[in-house]
């Protein structure tokens, strides 16, 4: 079994910072790709950042040159470090990680976190 849950999430001022942590749990031989997503109210949920096992990493256009997303292997655990935030990075951020499962089949599945509530606001 798998488990993966997000934190960090909460109020913060416009131009500020936060830092979200995902970690993964269970019978985990190794997680393959690691990806934040966000949903705001009324909105579809959408890509935020991804990063590989080697570490290659992508970002969406409204993130890009303001969010960090990083891993700690050794932790099984995913960062996205999120600055100059503005009230339309208000959302709930979900984590996905695309996990190996440590056993003899070395199956890959795909875990989602229950979401954690980014709120900016004055």
């Known amino acids: 079994q798998v488990q993966v849950v997000e934190s960090g999430g909460g109020l913060v001022q416009p131009g500020g910072s936060l830092r979200l942590s995902c970690a993964a749990s269970g019978n985990i031989f190794s997680i393959n790709r690691l990806g934040w997503y966000r949903q705001a109210a009324g909105k579809q949920r959408e890509l935020v950042a991804t990063?590989?096992?080697?570490?290659?990493?992508n970002y969406a256009d409204s993130v890009k040159g303001r969010f960090t997303i990083s891993r700690d292997n050794a932790k099984n655990t995913g960062y996205l470090q999120m600055g100059s935030l503005g009230p339309e990075d208000t959302a709930v951020y979900y984590c996905?990680?695309?996990?190996?499962?440590?056993?003899?089949?070395?199956?890959?599945?795909?875990?989602w976190g229950q979401g954690t509530q980014v709120t900016v606001s004055s």
């Open positions: 996905n990680a695309e996990v190996t499962i440590n056993d003899s089949t070395r199956l890959q599945f795909s875990y």
């Open positions: 990063i590989t096992s080697g570490g290659t990493t």
